[in-house]
């Protein structure tokens, strides 16, 4: 599936990205589709960056008044900026994450621990967990159809990587396959496959 809209997160905040083929009317639809999505994940006031393509006065106008619907700031950035941004840093977490805990970050998240069931891992980009994965993990929250989640031992409850929804069969307490996996979307499903660090 084709996400027509997705977030980035940078070190200067979070950046939009649509798709190019899209005219107005639909760019604004979709926007606000992709916005109401992700309620729960911003914070009011956070600053979002939109490359500026020759938009028009009255189309700016009407794009950050969208934004403002979500109590969010939209900052139009000239092309040549935009690649000067770096990415933002890992976070890193040098512990279990317990249940009932929930990890939430605008880039990648590191675990160096467990995630034990009923935590909650979100990430707008990567997830990696140097141990047992057993809780709720999202990569890519924002849309990215190309993060990844890689666990030493992956048996989460549900596994998400930007809109795509897996869980962990019923029927499947303990894994027989052991060992280092990586979760990916791959011709519109996840997949999981071995993975050497």
């Known amino acids: 599936m084709h996400e027509l809209i997705t977030f980035k997160g940078t070190n200067k905040g979070l950046q939009v990205i649509f798709d190019k083929s899209l005219n107005f009317a639909q ?53 040549q900026d935009l690649n000067k941004k770096l990415t ?40 990696d967990i140097h141990g047992s994965c057993r809780g709720v993990v999202h990569a890519g929250a924002f849309g990215d159809v190309n993060t990844f989640i890689i666990a030493d031992n992956l048996s989460p409850l549900q596994i998400r990587i930007a809109g795509f929804i897996a869980r962990c069969p019923d029927d499947n307490p303990a894994k027989s396959l052991k060992g280092t996996e990586k979760a990916m979307i791959k011709d519109g499903n996840i997949i999981l496959e071995p993975f050497t660090r």
């Open 27 to 79: 760019l604004q639809e979709a926007l606000k589709n992709k916005l109401a999505s992700c309620t729960n994940f911003f914070t009011p006031d956070t600053v979002i960056s939109l490359e500026d393509f020759s938009f028009s006065a009255e189309e700016k106008s009407i794009l950050t008044d969208i934004f403002q619907d979500y109590k969010l700031k939209l900052k139009f950035i000239p092309k």
């Open 88 to 127: 933002l840093p890992d976070k890193i977490v040098n512990r279990t994450v317990r249940g009932g805990e929930e990890v939430t970050y605008k880039g990648s998240i590191i675990i160096n621990g467990n995630v034990n069931p009923g935590a909650k891992i979100i990430a707008g980009g990567n997830i």
